[in-house]
């Protein structure tokens, strides 16, 4: 996809990227989540990248943190793909996986161990992201089936102590 530009987002972009999320998803849910994260402190400023075409945000990803609750007093730092739009005009050219890539690059470069995305098993697996259940990392929601919650290590073997239950943070109670 030619004259995309991936970066982290700014503050004159804020509203754009809700409006966008609101476009993709069909609904306000999304965006008013990004809005809230950005405020709490799962938030990550430089995993929140747009894709910029002519001056204009056509894409937005974020990855925030999420815990991994090992045992009643333990656990781990991961971080949550969550969530991440393209205008409904411009999908299916790339844009999307620009944005994913971009991001894990980023990430890799902080220091978390994994990252859990909750989605279409077909589009991330690409990617390489893998059923989380491989390394024991349980979804809050029972209903998830197995193919939907996945998993990437960002670091060699990030994810082996990170077996337990996934904790959202509370601002993901927006989605409903
Ligand atoms: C999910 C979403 C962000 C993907 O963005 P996108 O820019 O369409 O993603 P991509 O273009 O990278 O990939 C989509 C498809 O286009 C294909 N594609 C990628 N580059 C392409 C190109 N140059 N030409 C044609 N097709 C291409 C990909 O292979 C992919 O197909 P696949 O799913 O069969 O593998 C977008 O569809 C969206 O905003 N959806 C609504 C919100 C949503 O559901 N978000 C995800 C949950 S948080």
Same mark, same amino acid.
């Given at each position: 996809m030619d004259n995309i530009i991936i970066r982290q987002d700014k503050y004159?972009?804020?509203? %754009?990227?809700?409006?966008?999320?609101?476009?993709a998803f069909g609904q306000p849910a999304e965006g008013y989540l990004v809005e809230l994260l950005r405020d709490?402190?799962?938030?990550? %400023?430089?995993l929140s990248l747009v894709a910029v075409k002519d001056g204009s945000v056509v894409g937005h990803i974020l990855f925030s943190k999420i815990?991994?609750?090992?045992? $009643?007093?333990? +656990? !781990?730092? !991961?971080?949550a793909l969550s969530p991440m739009a393209v205008l409904p005009t411009l999908q299916q050219q790339g844009i999307? +996986?620009?944005? !994913? =890539?971009?991001?894990?690059?980023?990430? +890799? $470069? =902080?220091?978390?161990?994994? !990252?859990?995305?909750l989605g279409h098993?077909?589009?991330?697996?690409?990617?390489g992201f893998e059923? %989380?259940? $491989?390394?024991?990392?349980?979804?809050p929601y029972p209903e998830v089936e197995d193919e939907h919650w996945m998993a990437l290590e960002l $670091?060699?073997?990030? =994810?082996?102590?990170?077996?337990?239950l996934a904790?959202? +943070?509370?601002?993901?109670?927006? =989605?409903?």
């Open positions: 004159k972009e804020y509203e %754009a990227i809700t409006a966008l999320h609101t476009l709490s402190k799962a938030f990550i %400023a430089e815990s991994i609750r090992k045992t $009643k007093d333990t +656990s !781990v730092e !991961v971080l999307g +996986s620009l944005l !994913v =890539l971009e991001g894990l690059k980023r990430a +890799s $470069k =902080l220091p978390y161990p994994g !990252v859990i995305v098993e077909h589009y991330y697996h690409k990617f059923p %989380a259940s $491989k390394w024991g990392i349980i979804c $670091k060699p073997e990030g =994810l082996t102590n990170a077996r337990g904790q959202y +943070s509370k601002e993901f109670n927006a =989605l409903g």
